[in-house]
Every structure is written in structure tokens, then in C-alpha cells.
Nanobody
Framework: QLQLVESGGGLVQPGGSLRLSCATS????????IAWFRQAPGKEREGVAC????????NYADSVKGRFTISRDTVKNMMYLQMNSLKPEDTAVYYC???????????????????WGQGTQGTVSS
């Protein structure tokens, strides 16, 4: 059973950067589509970015396009989210997720993904 553990969250000033990591165990990431979601207080969990199992397809939420980059390392069985030009509205708990069909849907929906990490807090504040 695939297990996911996020790290790399923290406090950063507006305009700064954070790099989130997601370590896997129990299985390799081969064949899995992967994604990052976030959930701010009082809001629903939203898809931020995804990447297909081949790495050929990526999708991003409009709110993060041009600022966030999702990537995967198939050798290390890791996934990453590089977040630049951060804004206070990016403050949320960030979750990594994986789905067994290998896809990356344009609409990054919670219901598509089978495996979830516990989350890591990212706070953008001066």
C-alpha cells in the first residue's frame, strides 16, 4: 500500500519561496499520477497541481500558474512542489496525493486520488 509523507512547510514572507517534498513508502510511484492539494481554514480542499505518471502532462490551478512547479523523481520515489512568489492567500495545509491510473486531469479533483499524505502547513505572512 502506497504511503505518502509531506515535509518542507513553514513560515515565509510574501514574495518568498517554499519547496514541499513528499516521500513515499510501501510502493514505488511508477504508474501513479500525482498531485498537490491545499486546504485553507474554512475552505474546501482544492487541487493545486498534478503530473501524469509519464511526466508528459501537467496541470495547474489558475491561481498558481507561473508561480508553482510540480515535479517527480522516479529514482528517489519523491514528488515536489516548488512554490515561488508566495502570497498570503497561499497559506494552507498542503497535501500530496496519488492515483493508480496514472492520469493528471485538467480539473484536479479530490475524488480522483486514492492515496493521501497527512499534510504540511505553509504560512505566508509578514
Amino acid at each position: 500500500q502506497l504511503q505518502l509523507v509531506e515535509s518542507g512547510g513553514g513560515l515565509v514572507q510574501p514574495g518568498g519561496s517554499l519547496r514541499l517534498s513528499c516521500a513515499t513508502s510501501g510502493s514505488t510511484l511508477d504508474g501513479y499520477g500525482i498531485a498537490w492539494f491545499r486546504q485553507a481554514p474554512g475552505k474546501e480542499r482544492e487541487g493545486v497541481a498534478c503530473i501524469s505518471s509519464s511526466g508528459a502532462s501537467t496541470n495547474y490551478a489558475d491561481s498558481v500558474k507561473g508561480r508553482f512547479t510540480i515535479s517527480r523523481d522516479t529514482v528517489k520515489n519523491m514528488m515536489y512542489l516548488q512554490m515561488n512568489s508566495l502570497k498570503p492567500e497561499d497559506t494552507a495545509v498542503y497535501y500530496c496525493a496519488a492515483e493508480h491510473l496514472g492520469g493528471c486531469p485538467p480539473s484536479i479533483g479530490v475524488q480522483t486520488f486514492d492515496y493521501w499524505g497527512q499534510g504540511t502547513q505553509g504560512t505566508v505572512s509578514s
